[in-house]
């Protein structure tokens, strides 16, 4: 069997399920998103910064990435308190300020006191990541199967992909106000998503179809949410699509 996981060969493949929506430290092997080896270069300081979804996964990974570049950071979760008290820690290891804000953001009012409660703990808001899935720019979180489909993920491929336009559409809505929008289309990423839906077998093989043969590590896809939230990185950049999906080539 492949190691779809790993960077290399020598780490384990991941196996069996986590209750849902899944727990960091419940994780086998444990997924890389501290960005422990990431040196920042204060792209975003003073920068301040909501991510959805943050508390884990890509989400922590960003959190920490930006927390790192010199940004203060909040993050909107659902009420898992145990893996945002981590990101949060990360966050305020780099002498940046971490806020967590629980919630369910399926909820349009918790939506509004999300950003409400940002703006009055930052000071403003300067950087916003719309990373929460079932799995000043603004960057969304898209997935390849917003790009050519899934066959067996029809209805999460269709609101990837509704995703996807929201930032074409949202790029050209905002750019006299000088709001740049983009988004990030990952392939298959090692998150607690992934034990916490999937079976045994399928957990154990995940990633396996991309080139590479493997998934993504979230600190791989960290950066490219510094690049779209830097300007000194990507000021000409406004919706677009940035897709790390592990070597495969997309028509167009």
């Known amino acids: 069997m492949k190691r779809p996981i790993a960077t290399d060969s020598s780490d384990p493949a991941p196996h069996g399920t986590i ?8 994780m086998d092997p444990q997924p890389r998103d501290e960005m422990a080896d990431y040196v920042g270069r204060d792209l975003l300081a003073g920068k301040r910064a909501l991510i959805t979804g943050g508390d884990s996964g890509i989400g922590r990974a960003v959190a920490a990435a930006f927390a790192k570049e010199g ?4 993050i909107a979760y659902l009420d898992e308190t145990d893996d945002a008290e981590h990101t949060v820690g990360l966050i305020e290891a780099e002498g940046r300020r971490g806020v967590a804000l629980p919630g369910d953001l399926a909820d349009p009012a918790h939506c509004r006191q999300v950003v409400t ?3 009055a703990a930052l000071g403003g808001l300067d950087i916003l990541v719309n990373n929460v899935a079932y799995q000043s720019p603004v960057e969304d979180t898209a997935s ?4 050519r489909g899934n066959k067996t993920l029809i209805d999460y491929s269709a609101t990837k992909g509704a995703v996807i336009a929201l930032t074409y559409s949202l790029s050209q809505a905002l750019r006299d106000r000088g709001i740049r ?4 289309a990952p392939g298959p990423v090692w998150t607690p998503l992934i034990p916490a839906t999937m079976d045994a077998e399928k ?3 995940f990633g396996e179809q991309a080139p590479m043969g493997r998934a993504a590590q979230p600190d791989e896809i960290a950066p490219s949410y510094v690049f779209f939230a830097a300007g000194r990185l990507s000021s000409y950049y406004s919706g677009e699509v940035l897709a790390p999906i592990g070597g495969e080539t997309l028509p167009g």
């Open 181 to 184: 929008v983009n988004c990030v």
């Open 203 to 205: 957990t154990a093989s």
């Open 144 to 147: 390849i199967n917003g790009l």
């Open 117 to 119: 409660d940002t703006v």
């Open 19 to 26: 209750p849902y929506p899944g727990h960091t430290d419940e």
């Open 71 to 74: 940004a203060d950071v909040a």
